[in-house]
């Protein structure tokens, strides 16, 4: 069982800038496809970028690419989201993920649909004003 807790969301205005956190419970999270989700009112939750541990290997939604980075930390338990150039449609309940994977099966497509993750952290809120 992994546990993963979230941290960073806020308010900031348009144009600003945000990190989000993901700490696992695992000392190391290596062979994992680790991902963050948001999810705003009445809308379906939509993987936003993703990050194969083993290798670094990073994926993102079109509608966040060149402006979000996601990475992780050198003891690979902790997962960012580095959040630039913040759109008022980023305004959402952002979830990090992560599922045991192998190279191959963490990709683009992996973002299309929640199902794909096993574990899953309670939230944080990240809120863009104009």
């Known amino acids: 069982q992994v546990r993963l807790m979230e941290s960073g969301g806020g308010s900031v205005q348009a144009g600003g800038s945000l990190r989000l956190s993901c700490k696992a419970s695992?000392?190391?999270?290596?062979?994992?496809?680790m991902g963050w989700f948001r999810q705003a009112p009445g809308k379906e939750r939509e993987g936003v970028a993703a990050?194969?541990?083993?290798?670094?290997?990073?994926f993102y939604a079109n509608s966040v690419k060149g402006r979000f980075t996601i990475s992780q930390d050198n003891a690979m338990n902790t997962l960012y989201l580095q959040m630039n150039s913040l759109k008022p449609e980023d305004t959402a309940m952002y979830y990090c993920?992560?599922?045991?994977?192998?190279?191959?099966?963490?990709?683009?497509?992996?973002?299309?649909?929640?199902?794909?993750?096993?574990?899953w952290g309670q939230g944080t809120q990240v809120t863009i004003s104009t």
């Open positions: 993920a992560a599922a045991l994977s192998t190279s191959a099966h963490c990709h683009t497509g992996r973002l299309r649909s929640s199902y794909g993750f096993d574990y």
């Open positions: 695992r000392y190391t999270m290596l062979g994992y496809c």
């Open positions: 990050i194969y541990t083993g290798g670094g290997t990073t």
